[in-house]
């Protein structure tokens, strides 16, 4: 059963930093796209970055533009999420997707609190 295992939310104040990782089991992890993607109490879950399976692509959402870094380590099945300058709205549940191979997963996602 593949799994997908986040890690490394918390509560920070406003301006600081967070590194998200997500960790996957029993998939073929160099042949998918990965991404994060975040949702807030009552709003849809929207995308917050991307990277293609060999890592040479990245995008994100323009509201994390130069505050958000993407990174994966095939030989670890690990994707990472850098995150500097937090602001309130960035709160949310974050989640880890893998997909590829016509096929989709995701991990229980982990809380991100930002607030004074």
Avoid at 13 to 31: H, K, N, Y
Avoid at 68 to 75: A, H, L, Y
Wanted: hydrophobic content about 30%; overall charge positive.
């Amino acid at each position: 059963q593949v799994q997908l295992v986040e890690s490394g939310g918390g509560l920070v104040q406003p301006g600081g930093s967070l590194r998200l990782s997500c960790t996957a089991s029993r998939i073929r992890f160099s042949m998918y796209g990965l991404g994060w993607y975040r949702q807030a109490p009552g709003k849809q879950r929207e995308v917050v970055a991307r990277i293609s399976s060999g890592g040479g692509a990245t995008d994100y959402r323009d509201s994390v533009k130069g505050r958000f870094t993407i990174s994966r380590d095939n030989s670890k099945n690990t994707v990472s999420l850098q995150m500097n300058s937090l602001r309130d709205e960035d709160t949310a549940v974050y989640y880890c997707n893998a997909e590829g191979l016509g096929l989709s997963y995701w991990g229980q996602g982990t809380q991100v609190t930002v607030s004074s």
